[in-house]
């Protein structure tokens, strides 16, 4: 690669010319989809909400590249078998796995559907698209896996134990395949954000303060590509870490766990 390319060449030049964000639909799934489009990359938008796929489509051909929309419940079977058949024709160069929901409150109170189809989605399709991807990228000799990890995922959270530890495993996963795969030409970043503004919060029943915005994380994710294996976006996130990282494991799970009661809307409030 020549030394005088500059840095968006070099993107383009090592993740392009298309990328596949899923989860596009709104959030950070929108807000990458639209950075990787002002990078220059062509971009596969994927999600359930045909009309906001539309709209992102409209904001992602502002940049002057090209767009293709896949309308998927990335929890349904066969969801990534799919996503990758109408992605075959593209050279697709950067998978942003954005697709994800959360659930909090008290886990013995949690619906058992609720509570699978987040593993599944979370989870099971994350792995998946790392697989089918990380395959295509590694015949290629080049590529990128953006895979979204969260702070409480690094520890044990009460009042948010199952969506905890869907996070952890994506991270788990991404500190794995980082080192396996680069010597094939793939990078690998976990981005873990803290509180983020979108739809998540509503989702998940949390009442969002202090948040970071999804465009904030989406360019920090995407600059630490090739260069970190788990990071942190967001100014608020990082002096979360800063704190929680001055205390043990079992402190920083009782820290967590005190923040999620605080945030969680009770059905008889909020």
């Given at each position: 690669?020549?030394?005088?390319m ?5 993107f ?9 964000v ?16 002002r990078?220059?990359?062509?971009v ?6 045909a ?9 992602v ?8 929309i ?31 929901y959360?659930?909090t409150?008290p886990?013995?109170d ?10 599944r ?14 395959r ?78 999804p465009?904030v994380?989406?360019?920090?994710t ?7 294996t ?10 979360l870490t ?10 920083r ?18």
């Amino acid at each position: 690669m020549p030394l005088f390319m500059s840095r968006r060449q070099r993107f383009l030049s090592r993740y392009g010319p298309w990328a596949v964000v899923t989860g596009a639909s709104s959030g950070i799934g929108r807000a990458c989809a639209v950075e990787l489009a002002r990078r220059g990359l062509n971009v596969v938008v994927s999600g359930r909400d045909a009309t906001r796929l539309d709209a992102v489509a409209g904001e992602v051909a502002a940049f002057g590249v090209e767009s293709q929309i896949v309308i998927l419940d990335m929890g349904t079977d066969g969801a990534t078998a799919r996503l990758n058949e109408a992605t075959t024709g593209r050279d697709v160069g950067l998978l942003a796995a954005a697709a994800g929901y959360g659930d909090t409150g008290p886990f013995l109170d949690g619906d058992p559907t609720v509570l699978a189809d987040m593993l599944r989605v979370n989870g099971e399709a994350v792995l998946l698209q790392s697989l089918v991807f990380g395959r295509r990228f590694s015949a290629r000799g080049r590529g990128g896996l953006v895979l979204f990890g969260s702070l409480v995922g690094r520890q044990g959270t009460p009042f948010a134990a199952a969506y905890a530890a869907t996070k952890g495993y994506v991270q788990l996963l991404g500190e794995g395949l980082r080192p396996e795969l680069r010597s094939l030409g793939v990078d690998v970043v976990v981005s873990a954000p803290g509180p983020v503004r979108t739809g998540f919060g509503d989702r998940a029943r949390l009442r969002m303060t202090d948040a970071d915005m999804p465009d904030v994380v989406a360019f920090e994710t995407l600059n630490a590509l090739g260069r970190r294996t788990v990071m942190t976006p967001g100014s608020n996130a990082r002096r979360l870490t800063t704190v929680l990282g001055l205390a043990p494991r079992a402190i920083r799970s009782r820290i967590l766990g005190g923040v999620m009661s605080g945030m969680a809307v009770q059905d008889a409030g909020a």
